[in-house]
């Protein structure tokens, strides 16, 4: 089984930064890619980033770049979503996710594994 705990979410104003961090435990070997997916007040939860652990190819929705990163730490077991020029539409409740074979990363059904989310709120 493989645990996912995410943190890092809060208030911010228009303009500004977050990073999300998702603390992975559990049988992480089985894992092959990580992502991050979001769910907007009133909206379906949607995809946002996602990373391959085998060479740390990144993918990204087309909202989300050039404004997010998404990253890895292999030693902490930790993935990152760093979270730049944030907008009020940005405000969602955020989500990692896992899948141990990926293959298309904008799909929910390829992952396995979920954790409870951490809330982004972006102020204008």
């Known amino acids: 089984q493989v645990q996912l705990v995410e943190s890092g979410g809060g208030s911010v104003q228009a303009g500004g930064s977050l990073r999300l961090s998702c603390a992975v435990s559990?049988?992480?070997?089985?894992?092959?890619?990580m992502a991050w997916f979001r769910q907007r007040p009133g909206k379906e939860r949607e995809w946002v980033a996602g990373?391959?652990?085998?060479?740390?190819?990144?993918y990204y929705a087309d909202f989300a770049k050039g404004r997010f990163a998404i990253a890895q730490d292999n030693a902490k077991n930790t993935v990152y979503l760093q979270m730049n020029s944030l907008k009020p539409e940005d405000t969602a409740m955020y989500y990692c996710?896992?899948?141990?074979?990926?293959?298309?990363?904008?799909?929910?059904?390829?992952?396995?594994?979920w954790g409870q989310g951490t809330q982004v709120t972006v102020s204008s």
């Open positions: 990373i391959r652990n085998l060479d740390g190819a990144t």
């Open positions: 996710a896992a899948g141990n074979y990926v293959a298309d990363f904008s799909l929910e059904s390829e992952y396995n594994y």
């Open positions: 559990g049988t992480t070997g089985l894992i092959g890619c």
